[in-house]
């Protein structure tokens, strides 16, 4: 079956950096497109990167542009997100997500950027 597990999360100072993880199993990793969303409190969930089965196109929302950076390694069966100058507003919990016949969501990880 498919999982995806994120790891990564924490509690940072504004301006400050982190590296979420989210590995993935259960079907043919390299084949498929892969998002991070993230809900803040009281929010609707929202997309903040996604990037093509061989990394090579990812796009993001304005929000996070220039700041966060999504890669993946196909060998590993993961996914990456690398968040710089972190800002309160980017408080959320973080979400694998993937289309395999239907839609899949990790267990999510809580991001708290706070001083």
């Known amino acids: 079956q498919v999982q995806l597990v994120e790891s990564g999360g924490g509690l940072v100072q504004p301006g400050g950096s982190l590296r979420l993880s989210c590995a993935a199993s259960?079907?043919?990793?390299?084949?498929?497109?892969m998002s991070w969303y993230r809900q803040a409190p009281g929010k609707e969930r929202e997309l903040v990167a996604v990037?093509?089965?061989?990394?090579?196109?990812?796009n993001y929302a304005d929000s996070v542009k220039g700041r966060f950076t999504i890669s993946r390694d196909n060998a590993k069966n993961t996914v990456y997100l690398q968040m710089n100058s972190l800002k309160p507003e980017d408080t959320a919990v973080y979400y694998c997500?993937?289309?395999?016949?239907?839609?899949?969501w990790g267990q999510g990880t809580q991001v708290t950027v706070s001083s």
């Open positions: 997500w993937v289309v395999v016949r239907t839609t899949y």
């Open positions: 259960g079907f043919t990793f390299s084949i498929h497109a």
């Open positions: 990037i093509s089965s061989a990394g090579g196109s990812t």
